[in-house]
C-alpha cells in the first residue's frame, strides 16, 4: 500500500492531474453541448475533435502548471488532486472561456502566463476554493 503523496512548493506537473482536468473540460463541453442532435461540429470552431481535444489538454496542463506555482498544497484539498479536477473543474473553465472562447493554445506556449489567463485561472480556483498562496513560487527551470 502506497502512502499518500504530499505535494510541496514547486512540485512538478501530474500527468493525472492533467487528464483528469482535460476529461472534466471534455465532459462539460459535452454536457452544454448535450441538446444538441448528435454529435456537436467541432469542425466550424477548432477544426475537428482533434484540435479541440489539443486546447483541452493545454489548457488543463497549463492550469495544471498555474496550481503547482500558486496553491498551498500545504493546506492541501480534501481529495485526491486528479479526482478533484475531473469532479470539479469542467463547469468552471466554460464559464470562464465559454465553449467557443477557449484559449488558443500559442498562448500556453509563452514561458510565462499572459496576465489575462492568470486572471482567469485564479478566479477559477477561487471558484474551486483552493487555498491561494500570497506569493506565488517561482517556477522551476
Not at 465532459?27 to 454529435?39: C, D, F, I, Q, R
Request: proline share 6%; charged share 30%.
Amino acid at each position: 500500500m502506497r502512502k499518500k503523496q504530499k505535494r510541496t512548493r514547486g512540485f512538478a506537473n501530474d500527468p493525472a492531474a492533467e487528464f483528469g482536468a482535460a476529461l472534466a473540460i471534455n465532459e462539460a463541453y459535452l454536457k452544454v453541448n448535450s441538446h444538441l442532435t448528435g454529435e456537436p461540429n467541432l469542425s466550424d470552431v477548432y477544426e475537428g475533435h482533434d484540435e479541440f481535444m489539443r486546447r483541452v489538454m493545454t489548457l488543463a496542463r497549463a492550469f495544471e502548471t498555474w496550481c503547482c506555482r500558486h496553491v498551498d498544497w500545504k493546506i492541501g484539498v480534501d481529495d485526491c488532486w486528479a479526482y478533484f479536477l475531473e469532479d470539479r473543474l469542467g463547469p468552471h473553465v466554460f464559464d470562464e472561456f465559454g465553449f467557443a472562447g477557449l484559449p488558443d493554445t500559442s498562448v500556453f506556449r509563452l514561458p510565462i502566463l499572459l496576465p489575462s489567463v492568470d486572471r482567469s485561472f485564479r478566479r477559477i480556483a477561487r471558484k474551486l476554493k483552493l487555498p491561494l498562496l500570497r506569493k506565488p513560487t517561482k517556477a522551476k527551470s
